[in-house]
């Protein structure tokens, strides 16, 4: 019996902030040309914004005839979207300056234990190119965010799915809402969208995590309690842990601080450069001069293109 169960992907290299490269890849799959154009005009909502805003190409997605579900999964389920032709994404950790990343799965191996990923370019010979990663490793880090999974299908294909949980479905869509609201300064909507979400699914860690973010943002106490909940429910959630490390560094409690960013960081070394600057500060004020000397180098390692490089290295060399 055949090991490898492999998709073959269209080959893409157009993107926009409102047409994230995972979404434009899996609609060309089920041969449905989003128009950039649309994409494009979308994004002039959101000027300032680098990264993608994905809950806008999910829903121009579903604009031009395709259905969509975003759920809490795992790997076995993850595998059987495969086997039923169907290219699920699913959201993984960034590096340095990227938080999280959208990602289309497009195969896994069993003798192998591999998941394989999209990757948008062939080789030198024209060949498509397989990102391969073990199963044990991918497990890992997609659970860092929920282990959510994104499905974008045909609506008799999305129909076909057996025992889909609704509410979980709404509640991560409601998720992903409150972050394009929160961009577009709709901080109460946004906390609204998200207490909403808790509502259809109180295991939902992300949104308790993203309700934590927003709060501490506002500099709100009530952060402390949702990031903990998330924590709770998801012991490897990166986003919480370095959210209750922000607010215990914002609120002087250096210790604490130091404690959450060192759990984060256990649970991911290479997530986020700017984690190992804010656990230098927090060792400074507790004259731990050694252990932030080796953070603060860490910080401009993981975060090559450092605004404050020289000052951090001015910082270095004083220490």
């Not at 992300?206 to 709060?215: C, D, E, F």
Request: overall charge negative; hydrophobic content about 35%; aromatic content about 6%.
């Amino acid at each position: 019996m055949e090991s490898t169960h492999d998709l073959i992907l269209p080959i893409v290299d157009e993107e926009n902030i409102c047409l994230p490269l995972a979404v434009n890849v899996v609609s060309k799959y089920w041969n449905v040309d989003l128009p950039l154009s649309e994409a494009i005009e979308i994004a002039k909502k959101y000027p300032n914004v680098n990264g993608s805003i994905l809950i806008e190409g999910i829903e121009l997605a579903e604009r031009h005839g395709l259905s969509t579900l975003i759920l809490r999964s795992n790997v076995s389920e993850l595998k059987k979207m495969i086997d039923m032709g169907i290219p699920p994404i699913v959201i993984l950790p960034g590096i340095h300056e990227t938080i999280q990343h959208a990602s289309v799965i497009s195969g896994y191996d069993d003798d192998e234990k591999t998941i394989i990923h999209y990757i948008p370019q062939t080789d030198k010979e024209g060949s498509f190119q397989m990102g391969v990663i073990p199963e044990k490793k991918f497990n890992e880090l997609w659970s860092e965010d929920g282990n959510l999974m994104i499905i974008i299908a045909t609506s008799d294909i999305i129909s076909e799915l057996k025992s889909i949980n609704e509410n979980n479905n709404k509640s991560n869509k409601l998720c992903f809402n409150s972050e394009r609201l929160n961009l577009s300064n709709k901080k109460p909507e946004a906390i609204d969208s998200l207490k909403k979400a808790i509502e259809l699914d109180p295991k939902n860690s992300t949104a308790y995590s993203l309700l934590g973010s927003i709060l501490n943002e506002s500099n709100s106490s009530e952060c402390e309690s949702y990031y903990k909940k998330s924590i709770e429910i998801n012991n490897r959630n990166f986003l919480a842990y370095r959210g209750l490390g922000n607010y215990y560094l914002k609120s002087k409690q250096y210790q604490l601080a130091e404690k959450f960013y060192t759990k984060a960081i256990e649970i991911n070394p290479h997530r986020n450069g700017p984690i190992y600057k804010n656990r230098g500060i927090v060792r400074l004020e507790q004259d731990k001069k050694s252990d932030a000397k080796k953070d603060l180098e860490n910080y401009l390692s993981h975060t090559p293109n450092a605004k404050d490089k020289k000052s951090i290295q001015q910082a270095i060399a004083e220490l």
